[in-house]
């Protein structure tokens, strides 16, 4: 494989996707690529909108018969990058569910590249690793105003009694496509959350494009207990995932 130099590779001003595949479909692709295409707009970058056909012809030829895999596009001026990567993640893990610390590293909401999932991740990254080896599952950022914003791969939702509750993206996060699959589905209230309040929720839950929904067990020495609306958020968002492979026209 061989990749150009451009401003995506030199400066960052890229972009990527990573996509769930479901019995080699593609889970949630029209909200992937409208998320995809909107970015190259809002950022003015000179790169070519991704066409639904390109990710159907990397599909058929590149077919397998694995129930989960993972499908991550990155697009740059000079390059168009399809590559297919093993899933992961396992029934332990929402078993065991996740546990969260706070990054001392702070989310900028007045910068554009915070909205959009560009080439520019290595604040993600390297929080990642760290909260790894601290034995966490997930950091989670705050802003310059200190209010909750997002997990390095994950958006975060919280529930205080029968009220569930995310981050207004104003705070400066990215519209996860599971997020707004939620917010869709459900009650949801966007709001501004800060640490206590997020101390005091009743429970927490993380979503994203591949886990789909994922339990919190902990943040940090803070303990919850109670995980029943994420398990039943989830159980519906895995009966979606079914039927939508169903009616799938790849």
Same mark, same amino acid.
């Given at each position: 494989?061989?990749? &150009?130099?451009?401003?995506?590779?030199? +400066?960052?001003?890229?972009?990527? %996707?990573? *996509?769930?595949?479901?019995?080699? $479909?593609?889970?949630?692709? /029209?909200?992937?690529?409208?998320?995809?295409?909107?970015?190259?707009?809002?950022?003015?970058?000179?790169?070519?909108?991704?066409?639904?056909? &390109?990710?159907?012809?990397?599909? @058929?030829?590149?077919?397998?018969?694995?129930?989960?895999?993972?499908?991550?596009?990155?697009?740059?001026?000079?390059?168009?990058? +399809?590559?297919?990567?093993?899933?992961?993640?396992? &029934?332990?893990?929402?078993?065991?569910?996740?546990?969260?610390?706070?990054?001392?590293?702070?989310?900028?909401?007045? #910068?554009?590249?915070? +909205?959009? $999932?560009?080439? @520019?991740?290595?604040? @993600?990254?390297?929080? $990642?690793? $760290? #909260?790894?080896?601290?034995?966490?599952?997930e950091p989670i950022f705050l802003n310059s105003k200190n209010q909750i914003t997002e997990g390095a791969t994950s958006n975060i939702f919280v529930v205080v009694g029968d009220k569930i509750y995310t981050p207004k993206l104003s705070c400066g996060l990215l519209n996860g496509i599971v997020r707004?699959?939620?917010?869709?589905?459900?009650?949801? *209230? %966007?709001? =501004?959350? /800060?640490?206590?309040?997020? @101390?005091?929720? /009743?429970?927490?839950?993380?979503?994203? !494009?591949?886990?789909?929904?994922?339990?919190?067990?902990?943040? =940090?020495?803070?303990?919850?207990? !109670?995980? %029943? *609306? #994420?398990? =039943?958020? +989830?159980?519906?968002?895995?009966?979606?995932?079914?039927?939508? %492979?169903?009616?799938?026209?790849?």
């Open positions: 494989m061989l990749i &150009e130099l451009d401003e995506g590779y030199s +400066f960052g001003l890229g972009l990527f %996707e990573t *996509i769930l595949l479901y019995k080699g $479909k593609p889970v949630f692709l /029209d909200e992937h690529l409208a998320r995809i295409n909107k970015s190259i707009e809002n950022l003015a970058l000179n790169i070519d909108k991704l066409e639904k056909n &390109e990710v159907f012809q990397y599909l @058929n030829n590149n077919k397998n018969t694995l129930e989960y895999e993972v499908l991550k596009i990155v697009l740059s001026e000079k390059n168009r990058l +399809f590559l297919k990567r093993e899933y992961t993640y396992t &029934e332990k893990d929402y078993q065991r569910a996740f546990n969260l610390n706070i990054s001392e590293v702070r989310r900028n909401e007045s #910068s554009i590249f915070t +909205f959009h $999932k560009t080439l @520019n991740y290595g604040d @993600n990254i390297l929080e $990642k690793r $760290k #909260s790894k080896k601290m034995g966490y599952d707004q699959y939620i917010i869709s589905n459900y009650d949801v *209230i %966007e709001s =501004e959350i /800060d640490l206590e309040f997020l @101390n005091n929720a /009743d429970e927490i839950f993380l979503t994203n !494009s591949l886990f789909g929904i994922i339990p919190v067990n902990n943040l =940090e020495k803070k303990v919850f207990k !109670s995980k %029943e *609306i #994420s398990k =039943e958020i +989830f159980s519906h968002y895995k009966k979606y995932i079914k039927i939508s %492979e169903l009616h799938s026209k790849f």
